[in-house]
């Protein structure tokens, strides 16, 4: 059974650092995409960041130059380092991987990943 765990939400000021993790188990995501989703209440959950496997990333225009995504395929794992935090990052932020090569425009939509983590909230204060 696949399981995606996150970890590293939390609450931080304004300006402020976090650094989150997912770890993939079950099966190996080395060759697939993995993605970071968000969802603040009322509305709808939308696309933060992905990574293809061999290092292709892609951003929303909302974090692109504040967050950042890599991956450790050895330890199936996906970080969101997350930079000059706003109050507008606040949300619950989940994991997601997909089997098989999506193209730009499908790494975007969340109901073409296969596989959902439990999601961790982050909060940042004004």
């Known amino acids: 059974q696949v399981q995606l765990v996150e970890s590293g939400g939390g609450l931080v000021q304004a300006g402020g650092s976090l650094g989150l993790s997912c770890v993939a188990s079950?099966?190996?995501?080395?060759?697939?995409?993995m993605g970071w989703f968000r969802q603040a209440p009322g509305k709808e959950r939308e696309f933060v960041a992905a990574?293809?496997?061999?290092?292709?990333?892609y951003y929303a225009d909302s974090v692109k130059g504040r967050f950042t995504i890599s991956r450790d395929n050895a330890k199936n794992t996906v970080y969101l380092q997350m930079n000059s935090l706003k109050p507008e990052d606040t949300a619950l932020y989940y994991c997601?991987?997909?089997?098989?090569?999506?193209?730009?425009?499908?790494?975007?939509?969340?109901?073409?990943?296969?596989?959902w983590g439990q999601g961790t909230q982050v909060t940042v204060s004004s």
């Open positions: 990574i293809r496997w061999g290092g292709v990333t």
């Open positions: 079950g099966r190996t995501f080395s060759s697939d995409a």
């Open positions: 997601a991987a997909r089997l098989g090569v999506p193209t730009p425009q499908t790494v975007r939509i969340p109901k073409t990943y296969n596989y």
